[in-house]
């Protein structure tokens, strides 16, 4: 059981480029997140998607879109990367049941735009 | 939106002292409050959350308070010790948000052995 896992662990990106962050959880949880974490401005989100098929934006979802391929993988892409996208980008997930709030998230992608 | 406010931004303790950590949220339709740690380059971990039907809830050497009235809680560390060491995180999500959480900024708690 790994839970949640995230690939790529590193990125470097030349500003413009497109990449895809890809994750997968395999506790067969209803609910996706995605987040990023900056240094001082603790974990935002920028995408969830509460059920498979739905996506909806979080706080700060903009240069970024979203694909729930199915109930396992929700990617998040970038399609034109710019420096203010340098971050840590974590994905999270949760049962998805009234009485489970709990959110696991995954070991995070570290991404630089350069 | 829900606004979560945590200080102090940095901790440092003795071994063996307490640390208190408290967060303020701003949206009275929070119902669910967790903690999570972050060791260094690691993912958040969960380690503590309350609902607000509970006024305080124990772990072992952790607890967390929740004065509703009040809009604030805390995360209560007694005995602490180096392996403590680590970034911790407040969050609230507020009940209609559809299970989102917000996130404080996060505080520095450093353990001197």
């Known amino acids: 059981n790994a839970g949640v896992t995230q690939t790529p662990k590193f990125q470097v990106l030349k500003t413009g480029q497109s990449m895809t962050l890809q994750c997968a959880q395999d506790?067969?949880?209803?609910?996706m997140y995605w987040y990023r974490q900056d240094p001082g401005m603790g974990l935002r989100l920028i995408y969830y998607?509460?059920?498979?098929?739905?996506?909806d934006k979080g706080e700060v979802p903009n240069g970024y879109n979203v694909s729930r391929l199915n109930k396992r993988e929700f990617s998040l892409r970038l399609e034109s990367a710019a420096p203010s996208q340098t971050s840590v980008y974590f994905c999270?997930?949760?049962?998805?049941?009234?009485?489970?709030?709990?959110?696991?998230f995954g070991p995070g992608t570290r991404l630089t735009v350069t | 939106g829900e606004n979560v406010e945590q200080h102090p931004s940095t901790l440092s303790v003795q071994e063996g002292d307490s640390a208190v950590i408290k967060c303020t949220y701003s949206?009275?339709?929070?119902?669910?409050f967790p903690w999570y740690k972050q060791e260094l380059g690691k993912r958040p971990q969960l380690i503590i959350d309350?609902?607000?039907?509970?006024g305080e809830k124990k772990d072992q050497r952790i607890a967390v308070t929740l004065n509703k009235t009040a809009k604030h809680f805390s995360l209560h560390i007694t005995e602490t010790q180096p392996e403590d060491s680590a970034v911790y995180f407040c969050?609230?999500?507020?009940?209609?948000?559809?299970?989102?959480?917000?996130f404080g900024k996060g505080t520095l708690l450093t353990v001197n052995p």
């Open positions: 999270a997930s949760r049962s998805g049941t009234m009485s489970s709030y709990e959110q696991y």
């Open positions: 506790m067969n949880h209803n609910s």
């Open positions: 998607s509460a059920s498979e098929g739905t996506t």
């Open positions: 949206d009275s339709a929070s119902n669910y």
């Open positions: 309350i609902r607000s039907n509970v």
């Open positions: 969050a609230a999500m507020p009940w209609g948000s559809n299970y989102k959480l917000t």
